[in-house]
């Protein structure tokens, strides 16, 4: 992963969704020791604090836990609190933002639905 250091994205945001990224694709499982701050701040190339501060974002939304001592590890839960934020949070607002995108485009409903399921069946493995 290379890191948007020119976006609005604060840099924590996005080690904090990287992170995310590994724990859906199951490359992080329950209990799995995660990167330390500064193995991410030199796979980053970023300050350690930083990267401490991403890590701590997702210890407080109960991603991560800590052990004293030992570093941080995936929740039990992670998978699915992860699924089920970028579901409600993420995905809700982006179909909002297609649906009056369509609207002022005077794109209908089945149009739209076309687009979406053409756009599933283009995705590797995709259901569409």
Do not use: C
């Amino acid at each position: 992963m290379i890191l948007n250091t020119d976006g609005t994205k604060p840099i924590y945001v996005q080690i904090a969704e990287w992170i995310e990224r590994e724990i859906l694709q199951g490359d992080f499982k329950p209990d799995d020791k995660v990167y330390s701050q500064y193995q991410l701040a030199d796979m980053f190339n970023i300050n350690p604090a930083t990267a401490g501060k991403g890590l701590t974002m997702l210890v407080d939304e109960q991603i991560l836990y800590k052990k004293r001592g030992l570093g941080m590890f995936v929740s039990d839960e992670a998978h699915n609190m992860i699924r089920h934020k970028r579901i409600n949070h993420t995905l809700k607002k982006l179909v909002q933002e297609i649906v009056e995108e369509a609207a002022h485009l005077q794109v209908g409903e089945k149009e739209l639905f076309t687009m979406i399921q053409e756009a599933g069946g283009n995705r590797e493995g995709g259901e569409g």
